[in-house]
């Protein structure tokens, strides 16, 4: 054998094994790249934050909202429809649940209300379009303050805050949702259903069409430190859509409204739909909690369903008894 043909021979015995080795390493190095891959993986789905779970779970709370939604709305219309006294009954319980949800959220900040009294009288709100007494409301909140007043002076644990709690609670969630009872009560016919029903209807229609539009366009803040999800947006995309129901009681001239006078309702009952969503908002977050209460599904509790209900139905009983319409 040449002297060359050693040199070559040595050579390639040589590169072998460190080929081997170069091989070994990389191999090694993409094996570390994969277990790294997977470990970051594994964190961010403990976390939620791959994008299959976020789309699965943005659509699961999608369907349980809207199904939950639906059977709600279903509920109420098909009571509105029956009339009066089925109205009456399911604004009862719904007012009764919204204040145990309320003063729930009263004693998780140290409150000690009468539930018992307080809830008795939110039962019997709703039910006072079906009294034949003039006033009942009037006559009903008498007998809570006057109930108050006895549970205060007979219980020395309770202090005025409790007795503000307990009076407060059924006026806020009881009386302001008995304005809906009320309106049905007005007019026994279909003039008093779609009345009623345009009234919720509006309210439905501000609060979807601020989510909506709040959620694709929404880039000012309405409230940041109360509600930082509402946006200036929002606001306004609700108030064109509670006008626009309005809009369609005018048309029809349902119970004589007018068109001015019912745009003027939709944009004031909008406005106080806000409102009302801030206010328990504003509840929510002094207490430390996130939703009122779990019954619905995908919703939280019924008073998170109705804050803006309170309000905008208060709002509409009013302006509707101003215009000469109830």
């Not at 939620?48 to 779970?53: N, V």
């Not at 009076?167 to 009881?174: E, N």
């Not at 304005?179 to 009345?195: D, K, N, Q, V, Y």
């Amino acid at each position: 054998m040449s002297e060359q043909e050693r040199n070559d021979h040595t050579q390639k015995a040589t590169a072998a094994p460190n080929a081997r080795v170069s091989g070994g390493s990389r191999l090694e190095a993409s094996i570390d790249r994969l277990e790294r891959f997977r470990a970051s993986r594994r964190e961010r789905f403990e976390e939620g934050a791959l994008r299959g779970q976020r789309v699965r779970g943005w659509t699961e709370k999608l369907i349980l909202r809207t199904a939950t939604g639906v059977l709600y709305a279903v509920l109420i219309i098909g009571c509105l429809y029956f009339g009066r006294i089925p109205t009456s009954l399911i604004i009862s319980a719904m007012a009764w649940l919204c204040c145990s949800e309320f003063f729930r959220m009263a004693r998780a900040a140290g409150r000690m209300p009468n539930d018992a009294w307080g809830l008795a009288i939110a039962l019997a709100y709703p039910l006072a379009p079906l009294i034949p007494i003039t006033h009942g409301s009037l006559l009903i909140t008498a007998v809570l303050l006057l109930g108050c007043a006895v549970w205060y002076v007979a219980t020395p644990r309770a202090n005025i805050s409790d007795v503000a709690i307990t009076a407060f609670g059924p006026i806020y969630t009881s009386l302001a949702f008995s304005c809906i009872a009320f309106i049905r009560a007005s007019e026994p016919g279909w003039g008093g259903f779609f009345l009623t029903l345009g009234v919720m209807g509006a309210v439905w229609a501000n609060d979807s069409a601020a989510y909506l539009v709040g959620s694709r366009l929404g880039k000012h803040k309405l409230a940041p430190r109360i509600s930082p999800n509402k946006s200036v947006e929002g606001f306004w995309g609700g108030i064109v859509a509670s006008m626009a129901v309005w809009a369609l009681l005018g048309a029809f001239k349902i119970q004589g409204l007018g068109m001015v006078h019912a745009l003027l309702i939709g944009a004031i009952v909008a406005f106080t739909s806000v409102v009302g969503d801030l206010f328990e908002s504003r509840i929510k977050r002094g207490v430390g909690v996130k939703d009122s209460g779990d019954i619905l599904p995908g919703h939280g509790g019924l008073l998170d369903r109705s804050d803006s209900m309170l309000f905008g139905g208060m709002a509409a009983y009013v302006l509707l008894h101003i215009g000469g319409i109830l």
